[in-house]
């Protein structure tokens, strides 16, 4: 009878890759095979290109308006050459927002496959439904949501000022890592203009039920930080989310339904 592996208990509580065991003076098969695969994962997350057309659909399909924006970005190898312009719109968007006679809302709330396509397609839509739930319980209105592909987080700053919103957020897709490809983030901005800095910004991160945060509990403390936000003028380092973790709730009643 062999002896009890003594990293089991402990590889139950991290996706961190720990007591892979050797095979001679290698890694074993299995473990190497899901390494290799975990790195094909995160390199598909970066270089799949979002199917936006698709997600637009669906967001008229609940009814929720939509704006399909652009930055000056043609590929995603471009993307990932010059971040700079991701951070930007292109300038037929640029138009299309200074020409809206919309009024302002208290938050605009912009959409991008970031650096995972995956996350966005796997968490987007129903991250979205949670998100404009916990918002129309707090009375905070939102514009269209603002869907752009091949962005970075500052493009959620220029959007804002041209909309007029108070405050900005952007649902992007996080930079993908070997033991989690699907991850969303939230960047919250009061108010937003070109220039802000990541200090004036909150972030809400692992955001992938169920290995990570759950929509309920990210669009909770989003909610939260927006209220704060607005009440107190500010974001970033000077607001804390303190809010009660007994009121979040569970993620029950949020799943997205498919048309």
Same mark, same amino acid.
């Given at each position: 009878?062999?002896?009890?592996?003594?990293?089991?208990?402990?590889?139950?509580?991290?996706?961190?890759?720990?007591?892979?065991?050797?095979?001679?003076?290698?890694?074993?098969?299995?473990?190497?095979?899901?390494?290799?695969?975990?790195?094909?994962?995160?390199?598909?997350?970066?270089?799949?290109?979002?199917?936006?057309?698709?997600?637009?659909?669906?967001?008229?399909?609940?009814?929720?308006?939509? $704006?399909?924006?652009?930055?000056?970005?043609?590929?995603?190898?471009?993307?990932?050459?010059?971040?700079?312009?991701?951070?930007?719109?292109?300038?037929?968007?640029?138009?299309?927002?200074?020409?809206?006679?919309?009024?302002?809302?208290?938050?605009?709330?912009?959409?991008?496959?970031?650096?995972?396509?995956?996350?966005?397609?796997?968490?987007?839509?129903?991250?979205?439904?949670?998100?404009?739930?916990?918002?129309?319980?707090?009375?905070?209105?939102?514009?269209?949501?603002? $869907?752009?592909?091949?962005?970075?987080?500052?493009?959620?700053?220029?959007?804002?000022?041209?909309?007029?919103?108070?405050?900005?957020?952007?649902?992007?897709?996080?930079?993908?890592?070997?033991?989690?490809?699907?991850?969303?983030?939230?960047?919250?901005?009061?108010?937003?203009?070109?220039?802000?800095?990541?200090?004036?910004?909150?972030?809400?991160?692992?955001?992938?039920?169920?290995?990570?945060?759950?929509?309920?509990?990210?669009?909770?403390?989003?909610?939260?930080?927006?209220?704060?936000?607005?009440?107190?003028?500010?974001?970033?380092?000077?607001?804390?989310?303190?809010?009660?973790?007994?009121?979040?709730?569970?993620?029950?009643?949020?799943?997205?339904?498919?048309?």
């Amino acid at each position: 009878m062999s002896a009890p592996d003594p990293w089991f208990e402990l590889r139950r509580y991290t996706q961190a890759r720990i007591g892979q065991g050797r095979a001679g003076c290698a890694t074993p098969s299995k473990a190497q095979l899901e390494f290799q695969l975990a790195h094909a994962l995160a390199r598909d997350a970066v270089h799949q290109p979002w199917q936006v057309g698709a997600f637009a659909e669906a967001l008229a399909a609940k009814g929720w308006p939509t $704006l399909q924006l652009a930055t000056p970005i043609h590929s995603r190898q471009h993307y990932l050459q010059r971040p700079d312009l991701g951070r930007r719109l292109d300038q037929a968007s640029r138009a299309t927002l200074q020409t809206l006679a919309l009024p302002a809302a208290d938050v605009a709330l912009v959409v991008s496959d970031g650096l995972s396509s995956t996350a966005v397609e796997q968490h987007g839509l129903p991250l979205l439904a949670a998100v404009i739930a916990a918002y129309a319980e707090r009375s905070l209105s939102i514009g269209p949501i603002c $869907l752009v592909p091949n962005a970075r987080v500052a493009v959620a700053d220029e959007i804002g000022a041209l909309l007029g919103a108070k405050a900005a957020a952007i649902i992007v897709g996080e930079r993908p890592g070997l033991s989690a490809a699907d991850s969303l983030g939230i960047y919250l901005t009061y108010a937003p203009q070109p220039g802000r800095t990541d200090a004036e910004r909150n972030c809400l991160s692992n955001i992938r039920p169920p290995a990570g945060m759950v929509y309920s509990a990210a669009a909770a403390k989003l909610a939260y930080l927006t209220g704060q936000a607005l009440q107190r003028q500010l974001s970033g380092v000077g607001l804390k989310d303190d809010l009660n973790q007994a009121v979040i709730g569970t993620d029950a009643g949020l799943a997205w339904d498919k048309p």
